[in-house]
């Protein structure tokens, strides 16, 4: 039933964008967009909404025109071109509003047309700009494993010094991240819906196996060392990694992992 209410949802804000004026053309991203076999009860509204030359402001600055749809419990300007929303029922929307011309500098993945303008002739605005796996091509296997390895020494150097905030974001952070960008030359990938923008999107689905072993790499907190040696380990495991840094990695690791046990 909730995805069918999102969908109607969507199609409620078009008829009222319609109603408005000034509005040409409404269309859905992701799961409300090309890849609704993905849609599911705990997905939301992403969408764009295209408006004729001076009206980027009204569409912005008063949400009448979603008002008219159903009441707003929450409303966010998280960006100067729109919103996260927040529907009294319970409905979540990210949004963002532009004028044609703007269309051509930004990053967007292929969009479904929801309503368009009857005198509206682009009819291509919902081509993207960024292709699927763009971000892939960015980042060799070599580059990024060693930028893995610099994040996992830099972050266990932080951590013996009492940095550990900064320690969590170096190691299960950014060294997964780099992890991330290159896994598709590392693990077989089932094809499920790639994201453009986050790698960590659908990977449980995307990378089942890496999916058993990332929660020893991600330990939180209190076990920045144990986590880094799970990353480490698979690392090694991918790729011939540099003897010394591993060792240094290792050492680092094992004195976080003492200095936590004399902290108690």
Known sequence: MRKQDLLDRLDAIGQSLETTGG????????????????????????FFVIVKPEYKSRFIERL?????????????????????ILFEDGIYAEFAVFEENEMEHISYTEGRIVWQDAHFINKDLHIPTVQNGALKKEHSLDYSINEALTNLYVGLCRYA???KLSALKFVQGEAIDNILNVLHL??????YFPDVFSHARRLEKRFPRFALTIGDMIQGYH??????????????????????????????????????EDSQ
């Open 186 to 191: 590392i693990e077989p990938e089932v094809e």
């Open 161 to 163: 010094r009492g940095e």
């Open 64 to 84: 009448d025109w979603l008002e008219a749809v159903h009441p707003l419990a929450f409303s966010f300007r998280n960006t100067k071109d729109g919103h996260k």
């Open 223 to 260: 076990h920045v060392p144990e986590s880094a040696l799970h990353i480490l380990k698979y690392l090694e495991a991918a790729f011939p990694v540099n003897q010394r840094m591993g060792e240094e990695i290792r050492r680092l690791a094992k004195l976080g992992m003492e200095l936590n």
């Open 23 to 46: 509005a040409l053309l409404l269309f859905g991203l992701g799961s409300v967009g090309t890849e609704l076999e993905r849609l599911d009860d705990y997905s939301d509204l992403d």
